[in-house]
């Protein structure tokens, strides 16, 4: 039975209706390379038989629906058009994001922040039919839910302190995981929040949440892949995957770590300390390095350790000095997804106007700013990788992450100016 709640949501198209601050901040397009560079990208499809655990194809340049939307919402026109194809190509059942609230929630960021931006840009939202918003509401409405599931604090697999599964019964999960856990999974309630108008309306719409009813129309909408998520549990009854009722009592007056979504600077605040918690350094063992089994050293700079900026001072990135199931990890790599999912929340945050100045925002933006110098004076100088316990190869601006062109200047020649940085 559809409860009066969803009854209220499903009429008067809650979720669809704009209640962002009236007073946007006015920021700048990505530079014009960016953009084309966007416009050119395959379109990100999702999907759980994609090999890697992502469930996505575009995990190496997955900012791609991101630097289209933010060009739109400036007022570049040249990206409107592919655009509106990703928007409606993402709402393709089996292209959809899977939305399990676990490992893949990095990448189903860069759809849903997408959607966000894109409702916060009139000239393209209202392209959109009345049926196309609502299939939108319904997969943020999905992300949000599994996202807020996977962090809440009353997660019955938290409260029992046993291992963590997705809404698909996966275990590769844990709150408390590294940056390219927790900024997807926590990360999706922050742009939930945004989404559905704000920390007031994001709990109510939690706490009216009914699973039945949403399943339904997850199926008459035509969405597979999330529908395939959200009836795991039914159609795999020996998974680890939770009920509807445990998913819906853990998200009912939400709280992460005792914060509520009222708290989401603070939330933001939490994640990006953890993210940019390290102590600058050019490496393990003081810049020297891990050696292995063959003598080589690995998890260190490749030159420049003398010249390393801001060296002692708290930002770095946490995965330059993090840990893994085999040991000590140092990554650039890893490193990178940490800042890419940590720029997006900051930038959504941003353009939707809930971005709160203040002793909280300039605490981030402090260790941001050490923190991406770093980054990028590691990948001009070249960096050694170290994970899982094996040495990788030397990774510099030349075999970085193919997203680089995109998430680089999105710092730098959008967000630093709305910072007053230099």
């Known amino acids: 039975m559809i409860s009066v709640a969803v009854l209220l949501y499903l009429s008067i198209g809650w979720c669809g209706a704009s209640s962002a601050p009236e007073a946007l901040p006015k920021l700048a397009s990505p530079p014009k390379e960016a953009v ?17 655990g992502a469930h996505s194809n575009m995990t190496l340049q997955g900012e791609v629906p991101v630097i289209l939307a933010a060009a739109a919402l400036a007022g570049d026109t040249s990206a409107d058009e592919r655009l509106l194809e990703q928007m409606r190509f993402s709402l393709i059942g089996d292209n959809a994001i899977t939305s399990n609230g676990g490992y893949p929630a990095q990448h189903d960021r860069d759809i849903t922040a997408m959607y966000a931006i894109a409702k916060l840009t009139p000239r393209i939202w209202n392209q959109l039919t009345k049926e196309e918003q609502h299939a939108i509401d319904l997969v943020m409405q999905a992300a949000f839910v599994a ?75 035509g969405l597979t892949n999330i529908h395939e998520t959200f009836t795991w549990k039914e159609a795999h009854p020996d998974s680890n995957a939770p009920t509807g009722d445990a998913i819906t009592a853990a998200i009912r007056d939400y709280r992460y ?152 200047p999105l710092w730098e020649q959008v967000l630093k100016p709305y910072h007053n940085l230099q």
């Not at 029992?160 to 309630?189: C, H």
């Not at 007031?200 to 199926?219: C, G, T």
């Not at 199931?325 to 941003?350: E, T």
């Open 147 to 221: 996202s807020a599931f996977t962090s809440s604090d009353t997660n019955p697999y938290v409260v029992a302190k046993t291992q963590q599964y997705s809404l698909d019964g996966d275990s590769n999960l844990n709150r408390e995981w590294n940056p390219n856990f927790r900024e997807g999974m926590i990360g999706g309630v922050l742009v939930g929040v945004v989404y559905f108008g704000g920390p007031a309306k994001a709990q109510a719409m939690l706490d009216s949440y009914n699973h039945e009813a949403f399943v339904d129309e997850l199926e008459k909408s």
């Open 257 to 408: 770590h005792s914060l509520a979504l009222s708290d989401y600077m603070k939330i933001y605040q939490a994640l990006t300390e953890r993210t940019y918690e390290g102590t600058v350094a050019g490496g393990l063992e003081d810049g020297l390095g891990v050696q292995m089994d063959d003598g080589k050293r690995a998890g260190m700079l490749v030159s420049g350790l003398d010249q390393l900026p801001n060296k002692g001072k708290q930002g770095m990135l946490r995965e330059f000095a993090s840990l893994d199931a085999k040991g000590p990890r140092s990554s650039i790599h890893y490193a990178y997804d940490g800042f890419r999912c940590n720029l997006v929340n900051q930038y959504v945050l941003i353009a939707s106007g809930y971005w709160q100045q203040g002793e909280i925002a300039k605490n981030c933006i402090e260790l941001i700013q050490v923190g991406t110098t770093d980054l990028w004076y590691k990948f001009d100088h070249g960096y050694y990788d170290y994970a899982k316990g094996h040495g990788g190869d030397i990774v510099n601006l030349a075999n970085a992450p193919a997203g680089i062109h995109l998430t680089r």
């Open 36 to 52: 084309d560079a966007a416009i050119k990208a395959p379109l990100t499809r999702h999907n759980r038989a994609i090999k890697g």
